[in-house]
């Protein structure tokens, strides 16, 4: 189920990340928790969390990727547009509100306010809810690195090319 783009192609400038096993590693990771992974927390929120996640770090491949992912499972482009400014928006639940404040916390490694974010959620998810929530920022920070080290960055496609997600 990968995600075609029409307009771009992604090129690795730095290196191929074929030529370790860790990219391996990262695909078995991405199958569990990725954007085509069954998951027991609901898809929108996951899908939220990997956008916010890409924003903060920032990664171009990912921002592309996880917005066409978020479209392709309903989230409109008015509420993708705004991740980034969740904490003045009312289309966010409480929920999660709580989730995008705690992939922050994560994401930047908040040590300050990291305990109370986890205790903000426990208002909302339980404790299987919270690790597969913690699973999803992780995984999400993993490809970021990933792809900010690998240079993958976006190309306009021309002529009789087809763009490619180069994920899967």
Known sequence: MAIRF??????????????????????????????????????????LLRLRVAQLDPCSYCLVLHTAAAERIGIDAETIAHVAGWRESAVFTDAEKAALAYCEGLTTYDLVAFPGLHERLLAHFDEAAIAEIAAVIINMTVWTRLKLAQGATPVPVVGGESGTDRLG
């Open 6 to 47: 029409e307009h771009l192609r992604f090129e690795n400038t730095r290196f191929d990340p074929d030529l370790t096993e860790f990219h391996d590693l990262a695909k078995q990771m991405a199958a569990k928790f990725g954007y085509t992974a069954e998951l027991s927390i609901d898809a929108r929120l996951a899908e």
